[in-house]
Nanobody
């Protein structure tokens, strides 16, 4: 059974940093992995994704501030978030898909339960 679990969320003041982590188990290959977020009353959006070859993509609002990277040996995905802004406040989800490159699309197959990030001004 595939399981995905996020950690590392919390509360931070604007300008601060957080690192999110995601551990996945029960699968042998992932074509792409990504981080997504959903704020109250808003649709879920893609934040950053990484392909099996290491290629990355980011939503414009986080470029230059967030970094997605993975530890393949540990099957762990990270999102380093710097210079956080109040508008980054949301529930953050990790997702992966073994089928094809999806980029920032929200149609990934496997999802975690999410971790809350709150940024105060």
């Amino acid at each position: 059974q595939v399981q995905v679990a996020e950690s590392g969320g919390g509360s931070v003041q604007a300008g601060g940093s957080l690192r999110l982590s995601c551990v996945a188990s029960g699968y042998t290959y992932s074509h792409c992995m990504g981080w997504f977020r959903q704020a109250p009353g808003k649709e879920r959006e893609g934040v950053a994704s990484i392909a099996s070859d290491g290629a990355t993509t980011y939503v414009d609002s986080v470029k230059g501030r967030f970094i997605i990277y993975q530890d393949k040996a540990k099957k762990t995905l990270h999102l380093q978030m710097n210079s956080l802004k109040p508008e980054d406040t949301a529930m953050y989800f990790c997702a992966f898909d073994p089928r094809s490159w999806l980029g920032l699309a929200t149609s990934y197959l496997y999802w975690g339960q999410g971790t809350q990030v709150t940024v105060s001004s």
